[in-house]
């Protein structure tokens, strides 16, 4: 059953996207999921509201790429990943300030999210790309594979697409990664960079609060040199000394 990679030109192809990422997010189960994508009311409702909120920033954010597996056979897409390409500085982004609105105002899960987000994950990894000298590298923002077709290549062509275009670019790569798929990134040419740990300490948590800091959202900045798969021994790992 042949694998064929495209990059999505149409909103409509998101419609094909959203409910194998959706499941693959959820197997296994990813501590990260519901403070990207919380469930209101029904998971329907969810996956919409997903779905649409990433079409618009897909609209309007001209480094936002996506790309999508087609299975040839039975024409089910399987998988689909999103590359930023910041091709030029981020002058205007102010590491660590997310607005998470797709949390509801005031509540701890909007509040702990944008904790998550600007101080952990997204902050640590645009800390360390703010300069020149990181303007352009592509990080690969979002990849998901549909459960029942892994171990088929299909991460490997995308994360591929994305290291292919960094080579022509001559940039490095950058990842933030979850441990589940950090050996993935790993057989693609990737080395850990840095281990993410958000401080989620704030003074008086309430218990929903603690019951999310309970929860194991430690994760990797993963890295790859200019124009080569990563080799152990050959030259140093940047962003140690920031």
Not at 212 to 226: F, G, K
Request: proline share 6%; hydrophobic share 40%.
């Amino acid at each position: 059953m042949p694998l064929s990679l495209t990059v999505v030109k149409e909103a409509p192809e998101f419609s094909d996207i959203w409910p194998v990422l959706f499941e693959a997010y959820q197997k296994p189960y990813n501590p990260f999921f519901k403070h990207f994508n919380p469930i209101h009311t029904t998971e329907q409702a969810a996956l919409q509201a997903s779905k649409e909120r990433h079409i618009k920033q897909w609209y309007d954010d001209l480094k936002c790429h996506w790309i999508k597996i087609t299975d040839t056979d039975t024409e089910d897409v399987i998988g689909a990943a999103c590359w930023l390409i910041h091709d030029q500085p981020a002058l205007d982004e102010v590491p660590g300030l997310i607005n998470a609105y797709w949390h509801e105002e005031g509540s701890v899960e909007k509040r702990f999210a944008e904790k998550l987000i600007g101080e952990g994950l997204g902050g640590f990894i645009t800390k360390r790309m703010a300069g020149k000298r990181y303007c352009g590298i592509p990080e690969l923002d979002q990849i998901i594979v549909h459960s029942k077709h892994r171990n088929r290549g299909a991460a490997r062509m995308m994360i591929k697409w994305g290291t292919d275009i960094a080579d022509e670019m001559g940039f490095e790569c950058v990842i933030g990664s979850t441990p589940f798929a950090r050996a993935a990134y790993e057989r693609c040419g990737f080395t850990m960079a840095a281990i993410i740990n958000p401080d989620l300490d704030i003074e008086s948590p309430c218990e929903r609060w603690k019951e999310y800091q309970m929860e194991d959202l430690h994760a990797y900045m993963m890295w790859r040199p200019v124009g080569h798969d990563f080799v152990n021994g050959q030259g140093g790992i940047p962003f140690e000394d920031i």
